[in-house]
């Protein structure tokens, strides 16, 4: 069965604390690796769509990248403005897609 | 550009009612369509998704279906809510080719009382 498992569960980071989250999955065959931000009570903002390991997508702060087993998703000098819930997804077949629990991550000033 | 929307945004129904959430995706065509559930504080559970007209694949045996009734538009429904059925519903589609994207609308908040 395919799983996606994220850790931590919550991060309390402080303004300018660099971070990574992780996103560990089992699917055979993988497709894609997605990342989402999502905002309390919004749907899931689309981030990053990565495809084979090695494979790395930035924006602004954020740098996600994927290994044959798990992705990460590196977070630079965060602002409180990167508060948020971040959900990773996996798809076998482009039609299902799996999602881990999320990590929330609070950014203090 | 593609948009997808969703309504209502947020509604309170009492238990045994019906339920009607709708979903349209402008800008494309063909697209597959999915919805999600979300529990607070839980991750996204998949509840329907659609690869065309008339075409549904339930992934969680429930009191809920799903419609398509054309190529552009997924309706959840139910005929006897349930307290479990509260919780934040999802659209969502994708171009329909292996490995693309999904993106999901703003969500449909329901509180069954």
């Known amino acids: 069965e395919d799983q996606v498992t994220q850790s931590p569960e919550a991060l309390r980071l402080q303004e300018g604390e660099s971070s990574s989250l992780n996103c560990s999955y089992t699917v055979s065959g993988l497709r894609g690796l997605f990342w989402y931000r999502q905002d309390p009570g919004k749907g899931p903002e689309f981030l990053f769509t990565l495809y084979s390991a090695g494979e790395e997508k930035e924006k602004e702060r954020l740098k996600a990248t994927l290994t044959k087993k798990e992705s990460f998703l590196h977070i630079t000098a965060p602002k409180p403005e990167d508060s948020a819930t971040y959900l990773c997804?996996?798809?076998?077949?482009?039609?299902?897609?799996?999602f881990g629990p999320g990590t929330r991550l609070s950014v203090l000033p | 550009s593609q948009t997808i929307h969703q309504w209502p945004a947020t509604l309170v129904q009492p238990v045994g009612s019906p339920l009607s959430l709708e979903c349209t995706v402008e800008?494309?065509?063909?697209?597959?369509l999915y919805w999600y559930r979300q529990a607070a504080g839980r991750g996204l559970q998949l509840l329907f998704y659609s690869v065309g007209i008339g075409q549904i694949s339930s992934e969680v045996p429930q009191n809920l279906s799903a419609s398509r009734p054309q190529d552009r538009q997924f309706i959840l429904s139910s005929k006897k809510l349930l307290l479990s059925d509260s919780g934040f519903y999802l659209c969502a589609w994708n171009p329909g080719r292996t490995g693309n994207t999904i993106y999901f609308g703003e969500g449909s908040w329901l509180t069954v009382v």
């Open positions: 800008g494309t065509s063909n697209p597959n």
């Open positions: 997804a996996v798809t076998q077949y482009g039609q299902n897609f799996v």
